[in-house]
């Protein structure tokens, strides 16, 4: 028997078919998910998918471990979807042998943005979407394996590791990873992990420094492999992910918690990496002073170039973005769209590198938001500062040489600012205008601030330690993102706190109080009581 349901895609809805009680349904960035009560007597559920105007020969069925018990509900995710319209179909077996089924109506799948350095045309790749098309279907023979609290240790891959084609099965997700590390086996590889999946869940699988490692056989290894969560919850917990020699990396949807030193670490050699929707949390305290929250929440480091960081909501983050370490040459990365919940600084901290920051929301800043030294470039528009304390910064001038200085020792960087919005800073001094919280001054500045997004910031501007100009970066170079790719400043609140961060902005609430979390930078012990104590929902995956 079936029949229709009506739906309101993202929130609550209630409809039966024969005792079948579907609850919520949505659609999101190029995957979809629906809910509905157990039903009685059931022993099994199927689900499948289809784009809304095909017919019904359409339909595809989705893995099994997609589908997932929680207390009241089961839920099931269809990912690698193209935007555009697609229905479910649940199919409920009973132990008799009879079934039943319920199709939905319409449900609409949005597009990823992808923009940005990592899918620059002068990039070595091109493209950051690792086993995915541009499109977001899956690439043709896409590999996927499920990551699950029960199967990290025991999920098997059969790996090429020689020129000769021959293949090794790999056990547990460490393995993988190393006979993947050979350089042989290039096939599209999508690892999706789902629920909670603690450091224990992950004992074996880790570096002894607490990372599961990506790594490719050398510097810029084509890869073609996507990392991702599944669903609103999946979260990695008491762990981190260190990259190395990729090439054609994605990293998304996942929320990660109390790692053991940085979040998600670029750390050598990596390009046309694109790190989006994630969640990142506060890390394991390290033994610096200035560690309590961890330390990097995603940095990009050591030749690691064409990088992507876009829609991640950093919560309370200490300090959010290391950009550049000990690199001595020009590297390009961009981030837009991140939500800078209450975090303390780095938003990025910028090292030689050309880098573009757009559309991003500094939402209650304690020290500072870009910082530039060393040279670096940073083109900064249409980004909303709200209540940050010194939204731009170059070392040894302008606003770090107020007191006894803020930031750094190191030479300093230059900043072209257009077009941004900035409500309640202690500090900002423009070379060319007065429209920072002081007189523009021409030596001794934070940022020059462009009247057209085009302008060229004349080489006159030089920084006072080291002598450095602009480069101009943003008018010389395939950006990866153009104007019509940017959100005017207004719009920027509202797209950020709806969109950055995991599906449906996950599993985990919070709400910062701005009267005192603006300017705090020491650690939210309730924020971390809460996060000691989080714990999945999920009861089982599969089918029943």
Same mark, same amino acid.
């Given at each position: ?28 960035? $190029? ?25 019904? *020969?359409?339909? =595809? ?9 929680? *207390? ?31 199709? @939905? ?7 990823? @943005? ?9 990039? *070595? ?7 995915? $098309? ?63 999946? #603690? ?88 033994? &610096? ?9 995603? &940095? ?29 040459? $020009? ?78 020792? $190191? ?26 919280? #002081? ?11 462009? @009247?057209?997004?085009?302008?060229? =910031? ?57 009267? #005192? ?28």
């Amino acid at each position: 028997m079936m029949k229709k349901w009506e739906t309101i895609t993202g929130t609550s809805i209630s409809a039966k078919a024969e005792g079948i009680s579907l609850t919520e349904s949505g659609g999101w960035f $190029e995957s979809a998910y629906l809910k509905w009560k157990p039903v009685d007597k059931a022993v099994s559920y199927q689900v499948l998918v289809k784009s809304a105007g095909a017919g019904d *020969p359409a339909y =595809v069925q989705i893995d099994d471990t997609l589908i997932r018990k929680y *207390p009241s509900y089961f839920r099931a995710d269809a990912l690698g979807l193209s935007a555009g319209q697609y229905t479910f179909k649940l199919e409920v077996n009973f132990a008799n042998g009879s079934s039943e089924t319920i199709v @939905s109506e319409p449900i609409a799948v949005k597009a990823n @943005s992808r923009t940005g350095f990592a899918f620059s045309g002068e990039s *070595p790749s091109q493209t950051g979407s690792g086993a995915y $098309e541009e499109n977001g279907a899956l690439k043709n023979g896409a590999q996927i394996v499920y990551i699950t609290a029960a199967t990290a240790k025991t999920v098997t891959l059969d790996v090429i590791i020689n020129n000769s084609g021959k293949k090794q099965t790999a056990t547990g997700i460490g393995e993988i990873m190393t006979l993947r590390q050979k350089g042989y086996d290039k096939t599209p590889l999508i690892i999706r992990f789902i629920g909670q999946i #603690t450091g224990e869940d992950m004992s074996g699988q880790l570096n002894s420094s607490g990372y599961l490692q990506v790594k490719g056989k050398s510097a810029y290894t084509e890869m073609n492999m996507t990392l991702e969560g599944v669903g609103d919850d999946a979260t990695a917990y008491g762990w981190g992910i260190l990259v190395r020699n990729c090439k054609n990396l994605e990293i998304r949807n996942l929320g990660i918690m109390l790692f053991p030193d940085d979040g998600i670490s670029l750390d050598t050699s990596n390009c046309n990496v694109w790190i989006h929707h994630n969640d990142i949390f506060y890390g394991a305290a390290g033994s &610096d002073a200035d560690q309590a929250k961890g330390d990097g929440s995603i &940095d990009v480091k050591n030749a690691s170039t064409y990088v992507t960081v876009s829609y991640n909501h950093f919560w309370d983050s200490g300090k959010c973005s290391l950009c550049g370490m000990k690199d001595s040459e $020009e590297f390009f990365v961009t981030y837009h769209h991140n939500w800078y919940d209450h975090s303390d600084s780095r938003h990025p901290r910028i090292r030689q590198a050309s880098v573009h920051i757009y559309n991003n929301y500094y939402d209650g800043i304690a020290k500072y938001g870009v910082g530039v030294t060393n040279g670096s470039s940073a083109f900064v528009e249409e980004n909303y500062f709200r209540h940050c304390k010194y939204p731009m910064m170059s070392s040894l001038q302008g606003t770090d040489t107020l007191g006894k200085g803020t930031f750094s020792s $190191e030479n300093g960087g230059i900043i072209k600012a257009y077009h941004n919005r900035i409500e309640q800073a202690d500090s900002l001094i423009y070379a060319n205008t007065n429209h920072g919280t #002081t007189s523009g001054n021409e030596t001794s500045f934070d940022a020059y601030e462009a @009247s057209k997004r085009g302008e060229i =910031v004349p080489a006159t501007y030089k920084t006072m330690a080291g002598n450095t100009s602009y480069n101009n970066f943003d008018t010389l170079k395939d950006l990866g993102a153009n104007q019509a790719d940017i959100d005017d400043v207004t719009a920027v609140e509202g797209i950020v706190t709806k969109d950055a961060g995991r599906m449906n902005q996950g599993d985990f609430t919070w709400k910062f109080n701005n009267e #005192t979390d603006d300017t705090s930078y020491g650690l939210n012990s309730e924020l971390m009581s809460k996060i000691r104590n989080y714990k999945t929902q999920l009861i089982s995956v599969g089918v029943k």
